[in-house]
């Protein structure tokens, strides 16, 4: 049985790499959106305040599978044809967005307004006290919850097997259906996915007793 | 665009959406109870317990966050009777996946709970000469139980979301309602029209509730 397993390796390490670029894509695409949405909606006037507030709580407001169905059927209906891979791509894209927007939100909210004003009054304009004020206290709160929504990237992009992606889950699941040895398999796919993002939690955790002396 | 919006056969099979919002809302209520005991009984161990116990809970833990919750799903359903030489049906394999997963979450919430305990409340129930159980369910549960109720009810509506997955084993829940109505009327935007709102309404109005009882709760 053990056999079978290590035989399948090589079909699994396929699908292993399309949940990676599945999720960096996704990590990239999410962290750009989210940013700019983020410093939106806590700088931005109303008409830009209540889009994205609107945006970020539809999309954590409804469950990821439901989203990606949505959108991974319904493109079509309104006569956009995306590859199978663009669609999942763009429906986990849309759901961490919205929740970066609302870690950035955080981090930027967590520093002291005066900093803002200490800014403004040195006569920095809005780009530089962004980039040299508040961007480089801000990241040391956006980081460690970053990781955390990376982690769950990974994770939600087991989803896409449901829509015939053959990503490590689903590769799991074909070797299973060839195989009919199911829970060593399992356990394997598991460890896989432990693996990634045990690494990454570890990471955020080191960042975050690496920032541990900033006081508030 | 040719497109026309036809809701007809949604609402006629309006009750596999309605009676799998309920069923949706039961699988993560019984999840979390169950989820809640663990977490609980967990929590406990890992504050009191040695460096072995911290180490069996935190792998627990630390194992079950960083899996796929489908993985879990798939793993319960198929892996383990394929093993054990059992088998059950597909609610009761996704509540105890649900549960298990749940349960990892809840430790987390109850030992920052019981971390967050003052030192004096619990000095002072020594003080008044109360046994180490009597602190327990007098002293500490009671006012941990107050702190986490606002992670309790984030980790509800969570859970609520993620009974989505337990579609994928044919339990009719709503995501499923919702595929079969997809699948045999493909009115795809219609049917997932409806059920998204009904998820968000649902999830928030959930929100919206629990958030009025922790304020009657509230640790001041």
Redesign the interface.
């Known amino acids: 049985m053990l056999l079978y397993a290590i035989r399948s390796l090589p079909f699994l390490w396929q699908g292993l790499f399309v949940t990676l670029e599945v999720s960096v894509l996704v990590v990239v695409f999410s962290l750009i959106a989210g940013v700019i949405l983020g410093v939106g909606i806590v700088y931005g006037p109303w008409w830009l305040y209540w889009p994205i507030r609107i945006y970020s ?2 999309l954590r ?7 990606i ?2 959108l991974y ?2 493109l079509p ?3 956009i044809n995306l590859t199978n891979i663009a669609a999942v791509v763009l429906a986990l894209s849309a759901f961490e967005t919205a929740h970066i927007i609302e870690v950035v939100r955080g981090a930027i909210q967590s520093i002291p307004r005066g900093q803002n004003e200490a800014a403004k009054t040195i006569g920095l304009r809005f780009g530089q006290r962004l980039l040299y004020v508040i961007a480089p206290q801000a990241v040391r709160r956006f980081l460690p919850p970053w990781m955390n929504a990376v ?1 769950d990237t ?6 896409v ?2 829509v015939g992606i053959v990503d490590l ?1 689903l590769a ?2 074909q070797v ?1 259906g060839r195989t009919y ?3 060593p398999l ?2 394997l ?2 460890v896989m ?2 693996v990634i ?2 690494s990454l ?1 570890s990471a955020s955790r080191a960042l975050e007793a690496r920032f541990a002396y900033i006081r508030e | ?1 040719t ?1 026309h919006l036809n809701f007809d056969f949604v609402w006629r099979h309006f009750d596999k959406l309605g009676w799998g919002l309920v069923l949706s809302l039961e699988l993560a209520f019984i999840s979390i109870l169950i989820g809640m005991a663990i977490g609980l009984s967990l929590a406990l161990a890992y504050t009191g317990g040695g460096r072995f116990t911290r180490g069996i809970v935190a792998g627990y833990v ?2 079950i ?8 799903v ?2 319960v359903f ?3 009777p ?2 054990g030489g059992f088998a059950y049906d597909a609610t009761t394999s996704f509540v105890i996946t649900l549960a298990v997963y749940a349960g990892a979450t809840m430790v987390e919430v109850f030992r920052a709970g019981l971390a967050a305990i003052p030192g004096g409340l619990i000095d002072a129930g020594k003080a008044i000469g109360l046994t180490g159980w009597q602190r327990l369910l007098c002293v500490r549960l009671p006012t941990m139980f107050r702190i986490v109720l606002p992670s309790l009810s984030n980790a509800y509506v969570s859970l609520f ?5 337990a ?2 084993i044919a339990v009719p829940e709503l ?1 499923y309602g ?2 079969w109505i ?1 699948t045999n009327s493909f009115r ?2 219609e049917v ?2 409806v ?2 709102p009904m ?2 309404v649902t ?2 109005g959930l929100l919206f509730l629990l958030q009025r009882l922790e304020r009657r709760f509230a640790v001041h």
Do not use: C
């Not at chain 1, 407001?61 to 989203?67: M, S």
């Not at chain 2, 966050?65 to 879990?72: F, T």
């Not at chain 2, 979301?161 to 997955?165: F, G, H, Q, V």
């Open positions: 709580d539809f407001g409804i469950p990821l599978l439901v989203l169905f949505f059927y319904a209906f309104v006569s982690v990974v994770k939600g992009s087991a989803l097997s449901l889950m799991i699941q299973i040895i199911p829970m399992y356990v796919g598991a996915y432990f993002n045990y939690s | 665009m497109y630390e194992f966050r960083n899996v796929p919750l489908l993985l879990l798939y793993l198929y892996g383990v394929s093993v979301k993620d009974t989505s997955l579609s994928v995501t919702a595929q997809n795809v935007i997932w029209s059920t998204a998820y968000l999830g928030y």
